[in-house]
């Protein structure tokens, strides 16, 4: 949860911390983005670590360099500074989230309470993106910019006070760490996420391109690497199971639709509706609970329901969402929650059950590499979904709006920029350039409620045909390993 909350906690804090530090526009941009790019970018090499090393000792080292980094980060003196903290901090969040799948993979034998684990793990991950606004302005009421960070402490002390308690797993065949893959999979995933997210901001030009094309030819020379490999920092023999390659691929692309939606929505109260972050952010709780409702119900379904019917059907749900998503108008802020809402509960089996198909269907011994790769393809699924469904809602705004005569282009550019017009405007005619932007924005946000619909059907049928081998989760721990094929454990 604490991983999550990092993400989008920082929000509202950004324009406090940057008169504070003095943080230009570029700094701040490398200050909000640094943290997502370095979680991104280790997080296949430090599951591929926690199998040859240990889970625990993973997970403990890394949850104390997040705590003290968390304690650099809140009393940053300058951008620079707090950049660098930044950064860290994603490297050591890295070290957090495949730990912490991979410890329940192994800890969790009985397939109820692996069900219930996962589904408790899903939970607190997508709590900490809904409350990371909600958290940020109720402590910015109150506190400085810093305080924000420092949140991170006492979870993490209480982490570390709880070390005990948590058995030690590791592959004792895992070989060493190959230091040239490691610094492939950088020189992949870097570029790629960086791309995705200058094309959202910017819309596309010569750097996105390049950085996108530079990472999927460094990501082709990675995997030529790990083939090669007696011991590959990713074991691409895990996608030689259908119900696992499935698996990842329906968590990327649902991660996409989820993002990239309620970045729209998001921007809708907020730009349309008038809404304050903070005000946003409690609307969007709503939705929140839905999404937690229906991972929390998952576990009970899937001991008597195969997981393709389960997801499959979920995507059915969230199709009638979107679609719900397409009719809304102007000042319909109750309608938009509750579809949102029906998105939510429709998506809601992915994160309850998706980490248990691909763990269940990997060898124990790769749990760290196989949950490094479900959270690489979360990642990929929020910055693809900020990137396509953002250009998406972007170009069509710019088809659809229709400004006064006279209206300076930089209202044409997007919904932020007219509201930023209209500030300087009389009141009549900001008022009509406002009422133009709105409408143009609102049919964007139909266009991409029609893609994510779309999305949606092509995932109900990939889950149908690629998981329909994969039985309910009761009765044995998996399907794919004989019961007697124990983890070493070190104690």
């Not at 009985?110 to 069900?115: A, K, S």
């Not at 606004?133 to 993490?156: D, N, Q, Y």
């Not at 969402?321 to 509960?345: E, R």
Request: net charge neutral; proline share 5%.
């Amino acid at each position: 949860m604490l991983v999550a909350l990092d993400i989008s906690v920082l929000f509202l804090a950004l324009p406090h911390l940057s008169v504070d530090l003095g943080a230009d526009a570029t700094q701040q941009l490398w200050i909000t983005d640094i943290y997502g790019f370095m979680t991104a970018g280790f997080l296949v090499t430090m599951g591929s670590l926690g199998d040859r090393v240990g889970r625990r000792r993973l997970l403990l080292v890394g949850g104390a360099a997040f705590g003290l980094l968390s304690l650099l980060a809140a009393f940053s003196t300058s951008p620079e500074m707090l950049i660098v903290a930044r950064a860290l901090l994603g490297v050591a969040g890295a070290t957090l989230l495949p730990s912490t799948l991979s410890l329940i993979g192994v800890m969790f034998r009985d397939p109820r309470q692996f069900g219930l684990a996962m589904a408790a793990w899903g939970t607190a991950f997508m709590l900490g993106i809904a409350l990371g606004p909600v958290v940020g302005g109720a402590l910015l009421e109150r506190f400085w910019w810093g305080s924000v960070f420092l949140i991170g402490v006492p979870v993490m002390l209480l982490l570390l006070a709880a070390a005990p308690l948590l058995p030690e797993f590791r592959d004792p065949a895992g070989g060493r760490v190959d230091l040239v893959s490691v610094v492939l999979s950088l020189a992949a995933i870097l570029p790629l996420i960086y791309g995705l997210k200058a094309v959202a901001r910017d819309g596309w030009g010569v750097g996105p391109a390049v950085g996108i094309t530079a990472g999927l030819l460094v990501g082709a020379a990675f995997v030529h690497r790990q083939r090669a490999l007696a011991h590959p920092l990713l074991d691409l023999r895990l996608f030689r199971h259908r119900a696992f390659t499935a698996a990842v691929l329906i968590g990327l692309l649902c991660g996409a639709l989820q993002t990239g939606t309620g970045m729209e929505v998001a921007l809708f109260l907020q730009t349309v509706e008038g809404m304050s972050p903070l005000e946003a952010g409690l609307w969007l709780l709503g939705p929140a609970v839905a999404l937690i409702v229906s991972i929390n119900l998952t576990p009970r379904l899937a001991s008597r329901v195969r997981p393709a019917y389960l997801l499959s059907g979920g995507m059915v749900i969230a199709v009638v969402g979107q679609l719900l998503l397409t009719q809304v108008a102007v000042g319909a802020v109750t309608a938009l929650i509750v579809f949102l809402g029906v998105c939510y509960f429709g998506v809601g089996p992915v994160g309850g059950m998706i980490n248990q198909v691909a763990m269940s269907t990997s060898p124990p011994e790769k749990a760290g590499s196989a949950a490094s790769l479900v959270a690489t393809g979360g990642e990929f699924g929020v910055a693809l979904g900020v990137a396509a469904l953002g250009s998406l809602g972007t170009a069509v705004y710019r088809g659809a709006f229709t400004p006064p005569t006279g209206t300076p282009a930089l209202a044409q550019d997007g919904i932020n920029g007219a509201v930023a017009v209209a500030r300087d405007l009389p009141a009549d005619q900001g008022a009509a350039l406002l009422g133009a932007a709105r409408e143009a924005f609102t049919t964007g946000l139909h266009a991409v409620a029609w893609a994510s619909a779309a999305l949606c059907a092509v995932l109900a049928v990939l889950a149908l045909v690629r998981l329909r081998g994969v039985a309910p989760f009761a009765g044995v721990h998996d399907g794919h390993h004989q019961p007697d094929q124990e983890p070493v454990l070190v104690d």
